[in-house]
């Protein structure tokens, strides 16, 4: 059974790993990981992966809206996609480079 404390866990996990490689690494590794461990977890064990995807935390909207852990994975990756989107182009403004002030 998958409560709320172990997909918190297991997301926090996953973010952490990809937010070490992003900093000490590269974002082009911080990029192919957030791709590449969720896919290898697919893979490697199908059915634990399926059911921990597919498990249910809440209804919003009277019923209509399942929430999902699949929802929060992509919650997650939209987070850290933008992360390093944001810390590229920022690195890529700072060493333009700059014509020296006369």
Same mark, same amino acid.
């Given at each position: 059974?998958?409560?709320?404390?172990?997909? #918190?866990?297991?997301?926090? /996990?996953? $973010? &952490? %790993?990809? !937010?070490? @490689? *992003? #900093?000490?690494?590269?974002? /082009?590794? $911080? &990029? %192919?990981? !957030?791709? @590449? *461990?969720?896919?290898?977890?697919?893979?490697?064990?199908?059915?634990?992966?399926?059911?921990?995807?597919?498990?249910?935390?809440?209804?919003?909207?009277?019923?209509?809206?399942?929430?999902?852990?699949?929802?929060?994975?992509?919650?997650?990756?939209?987070?850290?996609?933008?992360?390093?989107?944001?810390?590229?182009?920022?690195?890529?403004?700072?060493?333009?480079n700059k014509r020296p002030i006369k």
């Amino acid at each position: 059974m998958v409560g709320i404390g172990t997909a #918190v866990l297991v997301f926090a /996990l996953f $973010a &952490a %790993i990809v !937010l070490y @490689l *992003l #900093v000490n690494y590269s974002s /082009l590794m $911080a &990029a %192919i990981s !957030l791709l @590449l *461990l969720p896919l290898v977890t697919i893979v490697a064990i199908p059915e634990t992966a399926n059911a921990f995807l597919a498990y249910e935390h809440a209804r919003l909207a009277g019923g209509l809206v399942p929430i999902n852990n699949y929802h929060l994975l992509l919650f997650v990756w939209s987070t850290i996609i933008g992360i390093i989107l944001y810390t590229e182009f920022l690195t890529w403004y700072l060493s333009k480079n700059k014509r020296p002030i006369k």
